[in-house]
């Protein structure tokens, strides 16, 4: 049977020119942008060519990787491609925009190309091609491809006992136990592990329609008017609070900017949240203003569920 999938490319996480929120001057992201692919929820790996956008904005992928994936046939000799699945076939010559679809000609505006030694094809004309669909969202890095069948938390990690966190309290140790919710244990989850779905962690009340689960697709550092946001994307709960966590045991609380809140299409939440807070001042940090994002070892999610959700930060540096 052909197989059916729906391609979403949606950009976000980790840094990259993203577009402003209504209101909002100019953004700047930080870093080197990834683009990832999603297979019916979990991210394929790329051990060493990135997906990445062509000067025609058009996202090239490494061949083999996403083709042997979705279970189509890949042969390349003298600088000819020939993918096949179910009966169709497709041949592309490196750096041609013109290929053949079943034999006939068909020219697009991207053409496949080799860098490190690895072949790149335009992800759009071969799915196409191949009769699966494409959607292009914009806020995620994040190529779907089939089922947007997020993991749950649960089934990707095992919870670790909080007595291990602690010392990111240790100026304000009551901060942990502040909501009155018991909790034993966090789930200290990878950047690489995103998207992820948080279930709500108690009994669901239908006259909350916001308090059900939530899926956390992720997270960048951005610059608008010349102030150090953390750009957040999740779904379920319309609104949550975050921790930045420290060694230094300083749990810095941070409230999002109404100002800068968002609506993706299908609902979803795209926050911004403030790097800097004089508040922290009285929270026992003089020098507040010069904390940096390398500083942040955890981005804690106040999320209403079992345990604590503890996002690594990828930039954090010891």
Do not use: C
């Not at 053409?111 to 030694?117: D, L, P, Q």
């Not at 959607?135 to 938390?153: A, L, M, R, S």
């Amino acid at each position: 049977m052909k197989r059916k999938f729906v391609f979403t490319l949606s950009l976000l996480l980790t840094f990259f020119l993203t577009v402003p929120a209504a209101g909002a001057a100019s953004s700047i992201s930080y870093g080197i942008p990834n683009i990832n692919v999603l297979l019916d929820g979990k991210r394929l790996a790329f051990p060493d060519v990135w997906p990445q956008a062509d000067a025609n904005q058009r996202v090239l992928v490494p061949i083999r990787v996403v083709s042997e994936n979705l279970g189509a046939k890949v042969d390349y000799a003298n600088n000819k491609i020939t993918i096949s699945q179910d009966g169709k076939t497709i041949v592309l010559i490196i750096g041609s925009k013109t290929a053949t679809v079943d034999g006939k000609a068909v020219t697009f505006d991207s053409a496949a190309v080799v860098k490190n030694n690895r072949t790149l094809v335009p992800l759009r004309f071969v799915s196409e091609a191949l009769g699966q669909s494409v959607e292009w969202n914009g806020v995620d890095q994040y190529v779907w491809i089939g089922k947007k069948d997020v993991p749950v938390v649960d089934d990707v990690i095992k919870g670790a006992a909080v007595e291990e966190y602690t010392y990111l309290f240790s100026k304000h140790p009551n901060v942990l136990t502040s909501s009155g919710v018991p909790r034993t244990e966090v789930w200290d989850i990878k950047e690489s592990q995103l998207p992820i779905m948080i279930p709500y962690g108690f009994k669901k009340d239908p006259s909350k329609p916001d308090s059900w689960d939530s899926i956390f697709y992720g997270f960048s550092i951005v610059s608008i008017e010349g102030k150090k946001y953390i750009k957040i994307h999740y779904s379920g709960t319309s609104h949550i609070r975050i921790r930045l966590l420290t060694d230094d045991g300083i749990p810095r609380g941070r409230a999002k900017n109404p100002n800068l809140s968002a609506k993706d299409t299908d609902g979803s939440y795209i926050e911004y949240y403030p790097l800097l807070n004089s508040g922290d001042e009285l929270y026992g940090d003089p020098d507040w203003n010069k904390l940096q994002i390398s500083d942040v070892k955890y981005i804690q999610l106040l999320y209403d569920s079992k345990n604590y959700v503890f996002i690594q930060n990828p930039y954090y540096k010891s």
